[in-house]
T-cell receptor, first 115, second 110 residues
């Protein structure tokens, strides 16, 4: 049973703070993703990583960076938090390519409030 | 450009009535399509995928390439079907990115 865990369920930060969101998966998946979930906008991809130290920008990367030093861990970094980054953040990992079994497994989410 | 559109933000039906959640997509190739669901206080999870041709919890979805649609249907809604539903598209190449629609919140009234 795949487990994707996120370090915090709720987080409150001040404008300008550096914020780290951590995600860990236990299925040895290569592909991991960070989304933000906003009402009426659905899920929007921030960044994804297809291997250790490999990353690519998603649709809304501005104001974010990521780190993937180990295969199981994918971190999202808000360099200087702003109020418009108040959102629900979801991490996901994906089953390996070529297995014919395509599914993304999601973490429980981190609700971030920037004041 | 890849895009998924769910035209209804909110959908409310009575228990026992049929349900249809609409999903339209735009993609130049042959995508794979999925429905994900998020029940209250639970994490987002896969409901069904087109490639499997499956029925999960009484839900089915048919890919109509002519209309570029992948609507989710259930003949008799149950109260436990109340949830947020997202349609998603994958190009089935590259890094397995998913493109999600805006989501539809389904409420089943008793």
């Amino acid at each position: 049973d795949v487990k994707v865990t996120q370090s915090s369920r709720y987080l409150v930060k001040r404008t300008g703070e550096k914020v780290f969101l951590e995600c860990v998966q236990d299925m040895d998946h290569e592909n991991m993703f960070w989304y933000r979930q906003d009402p009426g906008l659905g899920l929007r991809l921030i960044y994804f990583s297809y291997d250790v130290k490999m990353k690519e920008k998603g649709d809304i990367p501005e104001g974010y960076s990521v780190s993937r030093e180990k295969k199981e861990r994918f971190s999202l970094i808000l360099e200087s938090a702003s109020t418009n980054q108040t959102s629900m953040y979801l991490c996901a990992s994906h089953t390996p390519w070529g297995t014919g079994f395509y599914e993304q497994y999601f973490g429980p989410g981190t609700r971030l409030t920037v004041t | 450009a890849q895009r998924v559109t769910q035209p209804e933000k909110l959908l409310s039906v009575f228990k026992g009535a049929p349900v249809e959640l609409k999903c339209n997509y735009s993609y130049s190739g042959s995508p794979e399509l999925f429905w994900y669901v998020q029940y209250s206080r639970q994490r987002l999870q896969l409901l069904l995928r087109h490639i499997s041709r499956e029925s999960i919890k009484g839900f089915t979805a048919d890919l109509n390439k002519g209309e570029t649609s992948f609507h989710l249907k259930k003949p008799f809604a149950q109260e436990e079907d109340s949830a947020m539903y997202y349609c998603a598209l994958s190009p089935l190449q590259g890094a397995q990115k998913l493109v999600f629609g805006q989501g539809t919140r389904l409420t089943i009234n008793p």
